[in-house]
């Protein structure tokens, strides 16, 4: 790459950046669109929601679905921004400039990024202007679609587990302490209630371990690569600063987009987390010493799979969580110094 680019620090890591950004987003639409787990997934969506018996479990279910859909809005306005900024930087540049002898570029300057197709650029300029924004294009819209997925899948996770949560606290809340412990298995309403629950945790835990195979080895590659391209966007920031910071705006946004990208998968795994224990909480804060024996002990197999909370990993080696996220970040720092160092 630094061969291709001429010697040219700056055009070195504009290329790998972008090289690493493709291989992240064609490796993502590539694994979901081979993947059996995706349509498993959906399908356990639409018998999630055949199965909800009152008004109050579909309206807990359609805010965390109106949730996911708030967050896939946003992430995808602000990826579009980005991607609309990044593409009109030479055009930007080019208006801005009043050096007229500095207005007069060569053509690969006009480019969104450095690109070496082995051809004369000013000779073919438009159609490799065109091959480069319809390839931004792609990469974003597929980014957007795969998080997108991403986001509503753990939200609908998350309904589930809240769902659950609100039926174990609805458990023997109209007993009281003169309740028949001795009640037949036929006519304990409380026992099937909780075998109903118990059903349904054991659903919902599948249904996130769907997820936690679908995405383990995309967000694998995904995490590692934006640590290195986040680390050299940043270098290439910092470089661009001494020129003008109309010269590290685009770095800049770059830098930010691969922030929030990481951000997103992370924080949407934190969810994962949070809401897969609510279960156990929910049994807590129950009148569950109103229930039968065989109730409680179906209490107890809920609590014992609970205390194990459902997670999101990349490749089973990084958990994904807001302290995570920490993490990821030190570790791009350490990267962004040891680059710099060698400036």
């Not at 003008?244 to 930010?256: L, S």
Request: aromatic residues 12%.
């Amino acid at each position: 790459m630094y061969v291709i680019s001429g010697g040219d620090i700056n055009n070195m890591i504009e290329g790998t950046t972008a090289a690493m950004i493709s291989v992240i987003f064609s490796y993502k639409v590539a694994t979901v669109m081979f993947s059996k787990n995706v349509k498993s997934c959906l399908k356990m969506i639409e018998n999630d929601w055949l199965s909800l018996n009152t008004d109050e479990e579909k309206s807990i279910l359609q805010y965390h679905t109106l949730h996911g859909q708030y967050l896939t809005t946003s992430y995808a306005v602000f990826m579009h921004m980005t991607q609309v900024f990044y593409l009109l930087k030479p055009v930007i540049l080019t208006i801005l400039e009043t050096d007229v002898a500095n207005s007069t570029k060569t053509s690969a300057s006009s480019l969104p990024f450095f690109v070496d197709y082995g051809v004369d650029i000013d000779r073919f300029f438009y159609p490799i202007t065109i091959h480069c924004y319809l390839a931004v294009f792609a990469h974003v819209f597929s980014t957007i679609a795969v998080d997108g997925l991403y986001c509503t899948l753990i939200q609908h996770a998350c309904g589930m587990f809240s769902i659950i949560g609100h039926m174990l606290e609805d458990i023997g809340k109209n007993n009281n302490i003169h309740f028949d412990l001795t009640l037949n298995k036929t006519k304990d309403d409380d026992y099937k209630k909780a075998l109903n629950c118990l059903r349904r945790h054991l659903q919902a835990i599948e249904f996130a371990e769907l997820i936690e195979a679908t995405f383990s080895h995309i967000l694998l590659i995904s995490v590692n690569l934006n640590v290195i391209g986040g680390s050299m966007t940043g270098i290439q920031m910092v470089m661009n600063l001494n020129k003008g910071a109309r010269d590290a705006a685009a770095p800049m946004a770059i830098y930010i987009a691969q922030l929030v990208h990481i951000f997103l998968q992370f924080w949407q795994a934190q969810f994962l987390l949070d809401y897969s224990v609510i279960p156990y909480d929910s049994i807590c804060r129950g009148n569950w010493y109103y229930t039968s024996k065989r109730c409680q002990r179906l209490f107890l197999l809920i609590m014992t799979r609970t205390v194990s909370p459902c997670k999101i990993t990349a490749g089973k080696i990084i958990t994904l969580s807001i302290e995570g996220f920490g993490t990821v970040l030190k570790t791009m720092m350490s990267y962004f110094t040891v680059l710099r160092s060698f400036q």
